[in-house]
């Protein structure tokens, strides 16, 4: 049964709910404390509250943190196009526009790491600083795709649709209802697989399982998926890889990584930092699986606010 948007992604806490038109788009996002501007960017299959650790963090420690729904995500507008990385990343640039900021510091973890990326690719004013989680470079996702296109491979192993087979999200339908049966139970099987041992507890399965179950947020999730394997084999896919092999991330970047992340092993993103033109810090967080930021906070929070305020953050 799918369940009415605003009482799922309106979580009360130390934060605000409000609305911001950007590319065009309707986007919901929950914001905590003054400062400069952190654009806190969620991954699958979760929504904003997956920063809920930070935005408290951050607020304290004198940010401005917002953290929106993606594009087809949650409180947000859920369009029926628009979910290349490149649409993404002009969301997340005309975000900060309508935040009334020039630029911000932007974190991203899974897929919102893969929109940071090409944020600071193809918008690199937009961006002050870059914090990425769990996320390779997309071009190392991409190869890896190309090396094995049969055999799966993050992001594309979801256990439970065609048996991880990247093809199976080409099938029309057929991913979307395995992602809203059972009352969404696969979400809470992809959690399990995907963290280290001890997270999630029950509260965060069922909240994420019944933000899945918004109507319309299984296929739109699914939709950058596929885009980012179809695109592959495309001149669109082949225009973006290109606009994507010069190092032009010019922003300090922090790339943070679960040292046991089983959905996507931190030896596929090491050397991510080839493409990147400014100062690039490599940090493992032991014992942490694909959500270092909520199976980790006090561990993830110490990093990246040490990150942020080191002068010098090439050390």
């Not at 046991?260 to 990147?276: E, L, M, N």
């Amino acid at each position: 049964m799918a369940l009415a948007t605003e009482p799922v992604v309106q979580i009360s806490g130390p934060w605000t709910h409000r609305s911001v038109t950007a590319n065009g788009t309707r986007f919901h996002v929950a914001s905590s404390g003054e400062g400069p501007l952190v654009l806190l960017l969620h991954g699958f299959p979760e929504f904003w509250w997956a920063w809920r650790h930070q935005l408290t963090a951050l607020a304290e420690a004198g940010y401005r943190a917002v953290a929106p729904d993606l594009r087809g995500y949650g409180g947000s507008d859920k369009p029926p196009r628009g979910y290349d990385l490149i649409t993404a990343a002009a969301d997340a640039a005309g975000l900060i526009r309508s935040l009334g900021e020039a630029n911000a510091i932007v974190v991203g973890h899974d897929w919102g790491g893969l929109i940071a990326w090409s944020l600071g690719a193809y918008f690199p004013k937009a961006v002050r600083r870059m914090a990425v989680a769990s996320t390779p470079h997309p071009l190392q996702m991409r190869g890896g795709l190309l090396s094995s296109p049969f055999g799966g491979g993050p992001p594309f192993s979801l256990r439970g649709l065609g048996n991880g087979h990247p093809l199976a999200f080409q099938l029309p339908m057929f991913p979307e209802r395995q992602l809203e049966r059972d009352s969404s139970a696969l979400v809470t099987s992809l959690l399990d697989s995907w963290s280290a041992p001890g997270w999630p507890d029950e509260e965060t399965t069922d909240i994420y399982r019944r933000a899945m179950r918004i109507p319309s947020v299984a296929h739109c999730s699914l939709e950058y998926h596929r885009w980012f394997f179809r695109s592959t084999f495309r001149p669109d896919g082949y225009r973006y890889a290109r606009y994507m092999r010069s190092p032009a991330a010019t922003a300090p970047v922090l790339h943070l990584h679960g040292s046991v992340d089983p959905c996507v092993p931190a030896r596929s993103a090491r050397g991510a930092g080839q493409y990147v033109q400014g100062p690039y810090r490599w940090k493992e967080l032991e014992g942490t699986g694909h959500f270092p930021h909520e199976e980790r906070p006090e561990a993830f929070n110490a990093e990246l606010l040490g990150w942020l305020a080191d002068p010098e953050p090439d050390r």
